[in-house]
């Protein structure tokens, strides 16, 4: 066929090779014997065994999941709040604000937000450490989590919701029990990309930063300067693991959810007809 020429499959090949091929290099110089990354001399695990007598690279690793998971958590509950604000209150006064306000960051470059937010800690006089970082990566992951929350929202069929308000149910006992299950595919996706996001940050972190709150971003990216180390290679293996593993675990939840809610819809029919 026309669409699935050669052209198209030697296209699409460079396209994936050029963004995973570096990828997979990392990955495979991280088992390296030599300390010299760019030349093989057999395999080994050496380096993540030495990865645990680098205190340096793990309090960073430690400060940055701390960092990315309190950071996920708020930013999913705030901007779950953010998407129910604007798909259920579509007429309000300062919506066109408050839209505005919460999709600012996902077009801000990240040195216009990262100095902002340095500039705004410099004048309330809050001492940069681990909870400006927190609040910086709260700030630009929200948005990503409600426009997630945002599209499975408008998709939403509210007459169930309106029938358990006319049973009796309370509008909090409603969304937590008819709305948020439904809508929980979509709240953990959220939650997953922004806690990825958090964990690559580099930019933002550098401006909101203070003494003894360096995430391993930083860490690495002070590192790289003066020459790449096995170590380095070996702990970014593990951070792809991670997010490979969570993007994994988010597609496989996401599609039960969606098939279990099919069945659910099927059953629901066959039992009215």
């Given at each position: 066929?026309?669409?699935?020429?050669?052209?198209?499959?030697?296209?699409?090949?460079?396209?994936?090779?050029?963004?995973?091929?570096p990828i997979?290099?990392?990955?495979?110089?991280?088992?390296?014997?030599?300390?010299?990354?760019?030349?093989?001399?057999?395999?080994?695990?050496?380096?993540?065994?030495?990865?645990?007598?680098?205190?340096?690279?793990?309090?960073?690793?430690?400060?940055?999941?701390?960092?990315?998971?309190?950071?996920?958590?708020?930013?999913?509950?705030?901007?779950?709040?953010?998407?129910?604000?604007?798909?259920?209150?579509?007429?309000?006064?300062?919506?066109?604000?408050?839209?505005?306000?919460?999709?600012?960051?996902?077009?801000?470059?990240?040195?216009?937000?990262?100095?902002?937010?340095l500039l705004?800690?410099?004048?309330?006089?809050?001492?940069?450490?681990?909870?400006?970082?927190?609040?910086?990566?709260?700030?630009?992951?929200?948005?990503?989590?409600?426009?997630?929350?945002?599209?499975?929202?408008?998709?939403?069929?509210q007459s169930?919701?309106?029938?358990?308000?006319?049973?009796?149910?309370?509008?909090?006992?409603?969304?937590?029990?008819?709305?948020?299950?439904?809508?929980?595919?979509?709240?953990?996706?959220?939650?997953?990309?922004?806690?990825?996001?958090?964990?690559?940050?580099?930019?933002?972190?550098?401006?909101?930063?203070?003494?003894?709150?360096?995430?391993?971003?930083?860490?690495?990216?002070?590192?790289?300067?003066?020459?790449?180390?096995?170590?380095?290679?070996?702990?970014?293996?593990?951070?792809?693991?991670?997010?490979?593993?969570?993007?994994?675990?988010?597609?496989?939840?996401?599609?039960?959810?969606?098939?279990?809610?099919?069945?659910?819809?099927?059953?629901?029919?066959?039992?009215?007809?």
């Amino acid at each position: 066929m026309e669409r699935w020429s050669r052209f198209n499959i030697a296209s699409v090949l460079l396209g994936f090779g050029f963004l995973y091929l570096p990828i997979v290099l990392l990955v495979i110089f991280s088992f390296n014997e030599s300390r010299l990354v760019t030349v093989w001399a057999g395999f080994s695990t050496k380096w993540y065994s030495q990865l645990w007598y680098n205190e340096s690279l793990l309090n960073a690793a430690w400060v940055t999941v701390r960092v990315a998971f309190l950071s996920a958590s708020l930013a999913t509950v705030l901007g779950t709040m953010a998407a129910l604000a604007l798909v259920r209150y579509s007429r309000f006064r300062g919506r066109v604000l408050f839209s505005g306000m919460v999709y600012a960051p996902l077009v801000m470059p990240e040195v216009i937000t990262g100095l902002s937010l340095l500039l705004l800690f410099v004048a309330i006089g809050l001492d940069r450490g681990f909870w400006t970082i927190t609040l910086a990566h709260i700030t630009f992951t929200m948005c990503f989590v409600a426009v997630v929350v945002q599209s499975r929202l408008l998709s939403f069929d509210q007459s169930i919701e309106e029938a358990a308000l006319d049973l009796g149910a309370t509008p909090v006992r409603a969304f937590f029990a008819i709305t948020l299950p439904v809508i929980a595919p979509a709240v953990f996706s959220g939650w997953v990309l922004a806690f990825t996001l958090s964990l690559d940050d580099l930019v933002i972190a550098s401006f909101t930063t203070g003494p003894g709150a360096t995430t391993l971003p930083m860490k690495i990216y002070s590192q790289v300067r003066l020459g790449v180390t096995p170590e380095i290679n070996a702990i970014c293996t593990i951070l792809i693991g991670i997010v490979a593993l969570g993007a994994t675990i988010a597609s496989l939840v996401t599609k039960r959810r969606e098939v279990q809610r099919e069945r659910d819809e099927r059953a629901a029919f066959a039992a009215i007809g």
